[in-house]
């Protein structure tokens, strides 16, 4: 199977901490996407890395890719309540298919 | 907010019924994609569509059937429902593997007695 496997499969952090999540991967990959999910809602996008990109920022969001270790990592810093959701990877192949991971769900404590 | 809605939301069915549930998307993007999501398993993907009339089998495909005669309309059709098919459905769309992103419906939850 290709599909991504996240690591840990569940976190809990007090506000303000910094929230990590790791997905690995079997497959060479296009890109390598990251989406949040809150309780009942669909899938919202937040950041996509290239396979020749290294590290990516967004507002709080830091993603890196190791392509030779077929990683991702997710960092949230300065976590809020907000953030509390679950969190997927998705790899693209260069098709149009993405394939999701099994997902972390993270909880922030207040 | 993304365009793209799932109809019907919830729907409780008996084994063996057929069931159809709807896509629409008013954002014309070519691709269209049908998950679905368990616990434990993450979101796997049905089946999906890179234009009208052209579909593919994604990783759980046995079971269901898709058809997509215009560009907004993507359906999913489970021919003979059975309880391992109870499950949240998600539909997604996007422009594809340059762009990268998916915006996603809000979910049907379908619970086959």
């Known amino acids: 199977s290709q599909q991504g496997e996240e690591d840990p499969q569940a976190l809990s952090i007090q506000e303000g901490e910094n929230a990590t999540m790791n997905c690995s991967y079997k497959?060479?990959?296009?890109?390598l996407q990251w989406y949040r999910q809150n309780s009942g809602r669909g899938l919202v996008h937040l950041i996509l890395i290239r396979s020749n990109e290294r590290e990516k920022h967004s507002g709080r969001l830091r993603v890196t890719l190791d392509t030779s270790k077929k990683s991702s990592s997710l960092l949230i810093t300065a976590s809020r309540a907000a953030d509390t959701a679950s969190y997927f990877c998705?790899?693209?192949?260069?098709?149009?298919?993405?394939?999701f991971g099994t997902g972390t769900r993270l909880k922030v404590l207040a | 907010d993304a365009g793209i809605t799932q109809s019907p939301r919830h729907k409780v069915t008996e084994t063996g019924t057929p069931v159809t549930l709807r896509c629409h998307q008013t954002?014309?993007?070519?691709?269209m994609y049908w998950y679905r999501q368990d616990p434990g398993h993450g979101l796997r993907l049905i089946h999906y569509?890179?234009?009208?009339?052209?579909?593919d089998k994604g990783e759980v495909s046995d079971g269901y059937s898709v058809s997509r005669s215009k560009t907004e309309d993507f359906l999913l059709t489970l021919e003979s429902a059975t309880s391992s098919q109870t499950s949240v459905y998600f539909c997604?769309?996007?422009?594809?593997?340059?762009?990268?992103?998916?915006?996603f419906g809000e979910g049907s939850r379908l619970t086959v007695l």
């Open positions: 569509s890179y234009g009208v009339k052209d579909t």
């Open positions: 954002e014309n993007h070519r691709y």
């Open positions: 497959t060479s990959i296009n890109n």
């Open positions: 997604a769309m996007g422009q594809g593997a340059v762009t990268g992103e998916l915006f």
């Open positions: 998705a790899l693209n192949s260069g098709t149009y298919k993405y394939i």
